[in-house]
């Protein structure tokens, strides 16, 4: 268990630092013909760093339009999403599509949508067909190039919370459907392993009343889902506004 947690003064600048992190990495990007693979999540920072993203993208010229390399073959995936039609205000696909994609006019086939609003088995199928043939693929696991998580007040990441039973937890499958503590309570997520197995993880975590989770998270034995995270990869990346009490 190994983590750098970078620390920030307010979301504002939490959203700016992770948004120009970002960019810089993908402007660095050795083979821009590979496919990149980033999975994104919801939550209520994620509305200022997809702003922050899609600003600094359109003051330095990085659009898709005017420099195609910055975004090419990165493909967006979701770490989560609710199981609600894609035009629903509580749609993680529709947060990012408004301030990120159509701001920068990503083209249609690099948006990997989950479908929630589907047959749940259906929905977990095409998910993970469309990302194992997308991303880089080891141990019968896709291994994304990033994956951005939040954080809850419960210490909950993607949709995986609290209290479920240790074969859940240890299930292989890429997305699996869980029943949330909080509406809406039907949602996909990505399970431990493709998050264990991930390049680089990113927690953004953000907002009052999360102080103990954050705690928590950073024990050695913490209980949340978010320390089993942590325990499970050898290198993870924690940016925060909290100061952890």
């Known amino acids: 268990m190994s983590h750098q947690l970078l620390a920030f003064p307010t979301d504002a600048e939490l959203a700016k630092n992770a948004a120009a992190n970002w960019l810089a990495q993908l402007r660095a990007r050795k083979n821009p013909a590979a496919n990149y693979t980033v999975a994104l999540s919801g939550g209520r920072i994620v509305k200022t ?37 894609p035009s629903d205000p509580e749609s993680n696909f529709t947060l990012a599509k408004q301030l990120l994609f159509d701001p920068l006019k990503v083209p249609a086939a690099q948006i990997h949508r989950l479908r929630g609003e589907g047959p749940e088995p259906l929905a977990l199928k095409e998910a993970a067909d469309d990302l194992l043939k997308t991303a880089k693929v080891a141990n019968n696991l896709p291994i994304f190039d990033m994956i951005f998580l939040g954080m809850g007040e419960d210490g909950h990441v993607a949709s995986l919370f ?22 809406p309570p039907r949602r996909i997520t990505l399970g431990y392993g493709v998050i264990a197995a991930a390049q680089e993880v990113w927690v953004i975590a953000s907002g009052a009343g999360k102080e103990g989770a954050l705690k928590e998270s950073l024990l050695p034995n913490g209980k949340t889902p978010l320390s089993r995270v942590l325990r499970q990869r050898a290198q993870t990346t924690i940016l925060t506004d909290i100061t952890p009490r």
């Open 49 to 85: 760093f997809f702003e922050e993203l899609a600003s600094q993208s359109q003051a330095n010229s990085l659009t898709p339009q005017t420099c195609p390399a910055i975004f090419s073959n990165v493909h967006f995936f979701w770490a989560d999403e609710r199981c609600v039609p």
């Open 162 to 183: 609290p209290g479920e039973p240790e074969d859940v937890i240890a299930s292989a499958a890429v997305y699996r459907a869980v029943t949330a503590v909080k509406p």
